[in-house]
């Protein structure tokens, strides 16, 4: 079994991912260093017909960006917790954050991004690509991935 469930903090919204993801962000931009209170965020990036809700519900808030790409994010109805989240108003992409997973070691990221504004007390390994701003998914991304997310944009 490939799938991976996970959950808010309150407990009400649980969900599960039926596969494994295309590619895992650690993306240490000012954007998600705010959204987040902390120094980057882990998402996972899945297709949104992978994702199942399996009890709860979702709340959907448009936040502010600095790119001023739209950014949705999903929060459990309940606690508010954010879950994940669909960038540029592109809802079949799902990028899900990697911490609500019962077991976020099970995904760990495939790029570092965004690394100019990195805290500096953050090392990164050596093993893992890592890039000032963004990056070419065509180069990066395993070929079984680029296939699904040709899937999605055509
Ligand atoms: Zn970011
Ligand atoms: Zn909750």
Redesign the pocket.
């Known amino acids: 079994m490939d799938s991976l469930d996970g959950g808010?903090?309150?407990?009400?919204?649980r969900y599960r991912l039926f596969s494994k993801p295309m590619f895992v962000h650690c993306c240490h931009c000012r954007d998600c260093q705010r959204q987040t209170g902390s120094a980057f965020v882990l998402n996972a990036l899945i297709e949104t017909d992978r994702v199942a809700i399996l009890s709860?519900a979702t709340e959907a808030i448009q936040v502010p960006t600095e790119s001023s790409r739209p950014h949705v994010i999903h929060r459990?109805e309940?606690?508010k917790?954010a879950i994940w989240s669909h960038y540029g108003g592109v809802r079949p992409l799902s990028f899900v954050r990697v911490g609500t997973l019962d077991e976020p070691a099970a995904l760990p990221p495939n790029v570092h991004i965004y690394t100019r504004s990195k805290l500096p007390w953050v090392t990164l390994p050596e093993d893992v690509p890592a890039f000032e701003v963004y990056y070419d998914s065509k180069k990066l991304w395993p070929a079984k991935s680029l296939a699904r997310r040709k899937a999605i944009f055509g």
């Open positions: 808010c903090a309150c407990g009400q919204l709860g459990c309940a606690c917790i």
